[in-house]
């Protein structure tokens, strides 16, 4: 059975950081590529980062230079450092994996107050 937990969702202020995890269990972790998308209410998803099997990554234009993806393929984890958060980050943070098959976790709620 396939499973994404994301953690480390919170209430921070303006300025801020904080660090998302998601741990894959039942899929070959090393093969998949991997991204978080958000959902804020009234809104559509969207992808926030995404890495890929050969560590490239890519951001929406919103969160570069002050996100961070990266993958820990011996711990089956995706990370999502996001640092000078602002109001606007405010939402459900969601863990994608996609190779043969798309996994979709739980979501974590991240709220930035101003």
């Known amino acids: 059975q396939v499973q994404l937990v994301e953690s480390g969702g919170g209430l921070v202020q303006a300025g801020e950081s904080l660090r998302l995890s998601c741990v894959a269990s039942?899929?070959?972790?090393?093969?998949?590529?991997l991204g978080w998308f958000r959902q804020a209410p009234g809104k559509q998803r969207e992808l926030v980062a995404y890495?890929?099997?050969?560590?490239?990554?890519q951001y929406s234009d919103s969160v570069k230079g002050r996100f961070t993806i990266s993958r820990d393929n011996t711990n089956n984890t995706v990370y999502l450092q996001m640092n000078n958060l602002k109001a606007e980050d405010t939402a459900v943070y969601y863990c994608?994996?996609?190779?043969?098959?798309?996994?979709w976790g739980q979501g974590t709620q991240v709220t930035v107050s101003s």
């Open positions: 039942g899929i070959k972790f090393r093969f998949y590529d």
């Open positions: 994608y994996s996609r190779y043969d098959s798309e996994h």
């Open positions: 890495i890929y099997l050969s560590h490239r990554t």
